[in-house]
């Protein structure tokens, strides 16, 4: 083949290992190189070549916005070479959707951006990290791929970054997108889509990744929860907050009485991990967004980049609806 794919290996349970073959939740993550991971796995050199890059050896709950924006650095670097045709990163599976949603606002290219990881550490009875690996260059080097965001590959199955999320703490079929469906199978050596992304990424984002980023904290929402606990967040003053309700992002009354009309941008989302939340009358009088169908992690990731630069509210609803 003609171009290469760049693997950046950033750590996790893929590249994790545990006292036994049988240890399937108390491993280390972050203890192989991503050539390690990469030496043993049969038929990878099918798919080649290959220019790999070490970013990063965490657990990736460990991740940061620092490293964000040096990950989304890096691959634009990877993917404006002429002799790159894709990018397959391999990353714990915890974060991995919001630094897929990352990339995916930040990032600009219309090259296949994957990423993988696992959820059994290497050397585990029925490790899925080499398959999964294998899969996701499988998808890097189908056409089709081209021109639809980052996309995440695990357990056979193909999601688009906006709407992927981990449903299961330990399942190997933990991802999944709640509200749209898986939008493609990886059979046969090839990536097999049925959808496509409608929302702004990659190539059409206004996003990017020049400057740093400014806070934004997501205050969770629950039954009985008091006023002190708002008051604390809103305390360390945050540039934006994300308020996950219940419900359809229904926000009790003590909170809202705190954070209505503020100074900094506040959007309303939901911790039942799908559906749209609707803007209604009470949003008008708070002064509050909407984070439609994102989980408030994501609307976090939107909200960061959105205030980069000064915004009015009208940039803010349309914002949120494009992306």
């Known amino acids: 083949m003609d171009t290469k794919i760049a693997l950046i290996g950033t750590g996790g349970t893929i590249a994790g290992q545990g006292a036994s073959d049988t240890d399937l939740t108390g491993y280390t993550p ?83 951006i994957i990423i993988t990881g696992s959820m059994r550490p290497a050397g585990a009875i029925s490790a899925d990290g080499p398959l999964n ?22 357990n056979g199955y193909i999601d688009g970054a906006r709407d992927v999320t981990k449903m299961n703490t330990t399942n190997v079929a933990t991802f999944g997108s709640p509200n749209t469906g898986h939008m493609g199978i990886v059979q046969d050596g090839m990536a097999h889509f049925y959808s496509v992304p409608v929302r702004k990424h990659t190539m059409d984002s206004e996003f990017g990744v020049e400057q740093d980023l400014p806070r934004v904290d997501i205050l969770t929402c629950y039954a009985g929860i008091e006023e002190v606990m708002g008051l604390a967040i ?39 991990g799908s559906g749209i939340i609707s803007k209604v009358p009470q949003d008008e009088d708070a002064g509050y967004y909407v984070s439609d169908s994102l989980s408030p992690q994501k609307a976090r990731i939107l909200l960061m980049l959105a205030l980069q630069k000064e915004r009015t509210a009208n940039d803010l609803e349309r914002i949120f609806k494009e992306y």
């Open 133 to 154: 690996l294998l899969q996701a260059v499988q998808v890097a080097r189908t056409p089709e791929s081209h021109g639809k965001g980052v996309l995440v590959v695990l």
């Open 234 to 272: 809103l305390a360390t003053n945050p540039a934006g907050l994300i308020l996950t309700g219940l419900g359809h992002g229904t926000i009790p009354q003590v909170i809202r009485n705190i954070t209505k009309n503020l100074s900094i941008p506040v959007v309303r989302a939901s911790r039942t």
């Open 30 to 112: 972050g203890i192989l190189s991503l050539q390690d991971i990469v030496a043993d796995i049969p038929g990878m050199r099918d798919y080649g070549p290959y220019a790999a890059t070490q970013f990063a050896n965490i657990e990736s709950s460990d991740i940061t916005v620092y490293q964000w924006i040096k990950l989304a650095k890096t691959v634009q670097k990877c993917v404006d070479k002429d002799d790159i045709g894709a990018v397959v990163i391999t990353h714990g599976t915890d974060s991995m959707e919001e630094t897929a949603y990352f990339l995916h606002l930040t990032v600009h290219t219309d090259k296949p």
